[in-house]
């Protein structure tokens, strides 16, 4: 090659080097880098970033965020057309490549980042006096949506809390930073919840001055009190549990419902118009509940739980044929009661939970012609205001699940107060608290003591918060396992045929089985190869 020809080449590539460094912006950020503090400059925007925690927090008290768990306890049984919705679950076949395990674990720590983000750059913002308190309150949501987060991270993939053991037992990874690309290891457990106790008390602090009132759409410190009590409870701190629990009920804000004893309707309902706890499901009022996000019909609806299963196109079906023997409700839910739940546990001639939780309908699989009756839950059957469609069934409307989420409730206090004064050995106390609820709800008072008494009060909780997501960590907490499953049906009355079942989820789990404590997702643990196995998953 001659030195001209070299010389030629050379200045080319120069040229070409010069034309590519004029054509590259020098001063954008890199890929992997987001800089929240442009959309974080003022207090219009910090009013826009409250409202997505908000809007963020709504969306996680229903679907995924509780049917998994409900699933895998032992009040559910699989209708023969559940499509397998979470049948891993269902069958404790759980594995790490679930789909389900992997978009909850990154929806939760996605949700993370936005906390992070108002507790990073809030608190850099100069603000006038006046805007102050606004400042508090939306730092205070943040803490509180952190905590709750880590929290339900620790329920799910942390190891059970063991305060003997809590300094070495796995927690979960700590999220303090918004958009961390690092991959940090697991913390402990005694390191996690000492992270959630301490957001709670700066949300606590931060929020004191929210007005309580019931049926709140603001996070007010009872709201955090209230998530307090909880994490005490699950934490086995039966002393704090008690009393954080007593001092919420101790306030009067949040009174008991008054039991109804009103006569039932032509089918033997509750009048959804005069009994306050019905109106508490299915219109969103109610004293009881301690924070209710607010909903609406438009565009600001939570994550339905769909439960409840209205089957249209069967009733549409029946209603053309004009078939009288065959026109009724028709429901198809992915899961309905099982025999224990609607022979045994709800018992009580006068418990009127029973009458508004459950609706008895028809039901197919495949073949129309082909139906029976059972038992499905009504409690998340929806607002019938937040209904899009009208019918002559099912109450006059057709059920979406569309509904104000309802997390923190005065009932949840008054279990957790009567559990733990059990558990401490006061047991006036535990009577007291859980005959109150019992009153409440139409059931007469108890005078158990002893074993008796906390079988009952493990009996009430499972009444009063039935299918809400807390069974299985109920369960394990209890070191109950998982076995009954009995299809619906009582002798004389109605037999609910094998038929209508999916098959292969009869199961026998030990209250030690590790998969009480799900397994971290395989995407996540590919990536970040400092993250350590749950007990039993090392292999799998």
Known sequence: MSIYMKRTKIL???????????????????????????????????????NGIYSTLRGKFGGGYVIPQEAQADMLNAHAAFGNLYGEFHGWTIKPESAVLQELYHSYYAALIDANVVLKLLPKMEVSSDEQVQRNHFLGDAYF????????????????????TADKDL????????????????????????LILADLHKADSLLNDVAAVQGNTEISADAVKALRARVYLYMGDMTNAYTEAKQLIDRGIYPLITPYYGQLDANNKVDSRKDAFAQMWFYDNGMEQIWQPFVDKENEIATTTGFYGADLSTATYWDNQHDASKIGDYNKPAYVPTREVINDLFTGENDHRAQVLFEFVHTTVNDM????????????????????????????????????????????????????????GNISDAQNYLNQLRRSRGLDPTTLTGDALYKEIKNERARELAYEGFRLWDLRRWKQG???????????????????????YKVDIQPDNYMFVWPLPKNETLINTNLLPNPGWGDK
């Not at 080097?17 to 503090?37: E, K, M, S, V, W």
């Not at 998982?482 to 292969?504: I, L, M």
Request: with cysteine.
């Open 369 to 424: 012609n082909a139906s029976t009756q059972l038992y499905v839950i009504s409690k998340f059957k929806g607002n019938p205001n937040y209904a899009t469609l009208n019918s002559t069934h099912w109450g006059g409307y057709v059920p979406n699940g569309n509904q104000a989420p309802k997390p923190f409730r005065i009932a949840e206090q008054y279990l957790i107060v009567a559990e733990a004064a059990y558990d401490l």
């Open 12 to 50: 080319f590539w120069a040229f070409a080097l010069l034309f590519t460094l004029q054509a590259c912006d020098l001063d954008r950020d890199p890929a992997n880098y987001i800089d929240y503090g442009k959309s974080y400059r003022n207090m219009q925007d910090a009013k826009k970033w409250d």
């Open 482 to 504: 998982v076995k009954k499953r009995t299809f619906q049906g009582r002798e004389n009355y109605y037999k609910v045929p094998a038929a209508f079942y999916a098959g292969g």
């Open 145 to 164: 949506a952190r905590a709750f987060y880590h929290f339900n991270l620790a329920l799910r993939w942390g190891m059970i809390y063991d305060k003997n």
């Open 171 to 194: 927690g979960v990874v700590l999220e303090t930073e918004p958009g961390s690309i690092d991959k940090p290891k697991r913390a402990t457990n005694a390191d996690t919840y000492k």
